[in-house]
């Protein structure tokens, strides 16, 4: 099964062999009812196969299209499931996903995957991190409304005393030098000998325990520079103003997690994460409609809810955000040639979603989409952008 990403979304954006065939399915994970899962994967199936048939492929190749997810069909399948499954496949991809929300049964079978309905799980809107950190462990994860998981990021230092005897050595290095070019004035000191340090007073402490943060904040400085995501720190309050200190990250939250994240486990770390970031993302949210209706009142060309300008526009890099109600489709097909869309009330062979066309377009060229329940759009419209100019 293929991990949920960015990355991976690009892979399936830029397949350019058609049939395409995407299939959405809500699973029940627990109860008498998860005998219903394998029947709805099979009438799936079904469907997809009449699609395909439609489109004048010939049954036997249509069998033998879709044999790798008729495959997935077993008993050790079904026993591993979550709220969602998601199912991609075309003539070089294929691709499944266990996904932790719920979807609507859908069937789209285009020239391109049908990707909007992921966008909550792989757009910046719920995604964050959360950083463990105590003098003994350091754990970095990726979390979302959903779930977390522990990220290995290189050169992150395992502990505070793994940054200080680092820095004895190369102090230890230092010192070899420069007794064996100029000779030490202490007898009793033999060339390479290290001193011990004692008991540290508490100004010592602090001094060791920054140098600890700014050897964690370095790792992670590849990882983040070019992020916008939140990162929650979970501590010890104590550390919290000496991690601060060290921190070069601007979205670090301001609020942490408090606690020995030695023993909080992932769940309730991704759990007290989702509250001190959702806030966030619903401002941002809210922040970028405002924007919109503001720019809507003002004539300035940049506030749009014709979809044939939206599409054209997504093309063509012009989004810096768009809206799109989650749970509709416009049909529909972009002739790249002519710059021509052409619109239909039911999906014809080979239509696409217009909607998805433009969110997964204006996620690839860097702008921001936000998916939204019909009734939070603007003005109640399916979609709605803001230009970039």
Known sequence: MAMLSINELKTLVENPQSP????????????????????RFKNLIREAEQRLDDLGMRHAQVVDFLEPARELDSNNFWEHQDHG?????????????CLPMEFTELVVVSNQFH????????????QFYVLALSQKDVKFFEGTRYDINQVEIENLPKSMADVLQEDDIQK??????????????????QPGQFHGQGSPDRD????????FCH???????????????????AGVEYLFPIYREANTYSYLTAEGISGNPEV??????????????????????????????????????????????????????????????????????FHVDTMSLDLHSEPEPDDEDMLDFAAIHTLLNGGTVYALQPEEMPNQVLTAAIFRY
């Open 20 to 39: 395409c065939v995407s299939l959405y399915m809500p699973m029940q994970k627990a109860g008498t009812e998860i005998r219903q899962n394998p029947i």
């Open 85 to 97: 499954l998601v199912i991609f496949v075309s003539p070089n991809v294929f691709r499944y996903y």
């Open 115 to 126: 990707l909007k309905p992921l966008l909550h799980l792989i757009q910046n809107d719920g």
């Open 172 to 189: 230890g290095v230092q010192h070899r030098i420069a007794t064996s070019q100029g000779g030490t004035g202490n007898s009793f000191q």
């Open 204 to 211: 010592k402490r602090q001094e060791d325990i920054l140098q």
């Open 215 to 233: 050897a964690v904040n370095g790792a992670l400085h590849e990882k983040l520079r070019e992020q916008t995501v939140p990162l929650v720190l």
């Open 264 to 333: 909080i486990q992932p769940q309730a770390l991704q759990e007290q994460a989702w509250q001190i970031v959702e806030p966030l993302f619903h401002q941002s949210e809210q922040d970028a409609i405002a924007l919109y209706q503001q720019l809507a009142g003002e004539d300035t060309g940049k506030a749009v809810s014709d979809v044939k300008e939206i599409i054209n526009a997504a093309y063509y890099q012009r989004i810096d955000a768009l809206f799109v109600a989650v749970g509709q489709q416009i049909w529909g097909k």
